[in-house]
């Protein structure tokens, strides 16, 4: 089975402050994980891929397959960042996105 | 511009009534998607599309149906809305053989019904 766990439904921290956003996977395959974003009355978006192992405003994320997760990072908030945050597997057949997390930078 | 549209942006209509939720994209993409997005937030998947003439339901389950005659057009019909309809759905495509996984979505329909 296909499944993508974000186990925190808000998360609230300072500007200045570090961040991360958890997310767990089960997949019987090799993994292609992604995190989407959700800005405040903007369409979702593709933040960043495992893939690419690249950095985007910011954000990283590192796919740890022995623990099954695919946590997002960053070193220091910033107010711009206060938005909807949903991980993502691409499955056999389709993308199997996270509940997402409501992520909120506080001034 | 290579982009997804969908229409209407918001509609208010009555309990019964036969609505249709328009979604094109002119980005040459494959394969299209229909999400429900509930008021917390989350995504749940309603019908997807490989290519014309090919439709399946998604994970959560729908009154509304979907047809793909042209492969830039991809629209959802409720024949009788009910309030329970009430919700944003977004409408999303990807092109097979790039990247994996990556989705691009259109701005929502953002549907009431009374």
């Known amino acids: 089975a296909q499944r993508v766990t974000q186990p925190e439904k808000l998360l609230s921290v300072f500007k200045g402050a570090p961040v991360e956003l958890k997310c767990n996977y089960s997949?019987?395959?090799?993994?292609?994980l992604f995190w989407y974003v959700q800005y405040s009355r903007q369409r979702l978006q593709l933040l960043l891929r495992?893939?690419s192992r690249e950095s985007i405003k910011g954000f990283t994320a590192d796919l740890n397959k022995g623990e099954t997760s695919f946590h997002l990072k960053k070193p220091f908030a910033q107010e711009e960042d206060s938005a909807m945050y949903y991980c993502?597997?691409?499955?056999?057949?389709?993308?199997?996105f996270g509940q997402g997390t409501r992520l909120t930078i506080n001034p | 511009e290579a982009d997804i549209y969908q229409t209407p942006r918001y509609l208010v209509i009555g309990t019964g009534k036969k609505i249709t939720l328009e979604c094109s994209q002119t980005?040459?993409?494959?394969?299209m998607y229909w999400y429900q997005q509930d008021p917390g937030m989350e995504l749940h998947l309603i019908h997807y599309?490989?290519?014309?003439?090919?439709?399946e339901k998604g994970d959560l389950s729908s009154e509304s149906t979907v047809s793909r005659i042209r492969t830039e057009h991809f629209p959802l019909t409720l024949e009788s809305a009910r309030p329970s309809h009430t919700s944003q759905y977004l409408c999303?495509?990807?092109?097979?053989?790039?990247?994996?996984?990556?989705?691009?979505f259109g701005p929502g329909t953002r549907l009431t019904v009374l």
């Open positions: 993502a597997l691409q499955g056999a057949q389709k993308l199997v």
């Open positions: 997949y019987s395959g090799s993994p292609e």
């Open positions: 599309s490989y290519g014309v003439n090919s439709t």
């Open positions: 495992h893939i």
């Open positions: 999303a495509s990807q092109q097979t053989g790039t990247f994996f996984g990556e989705q691009f």
């Open positions: 980005m040459g993409h494959d394969k």
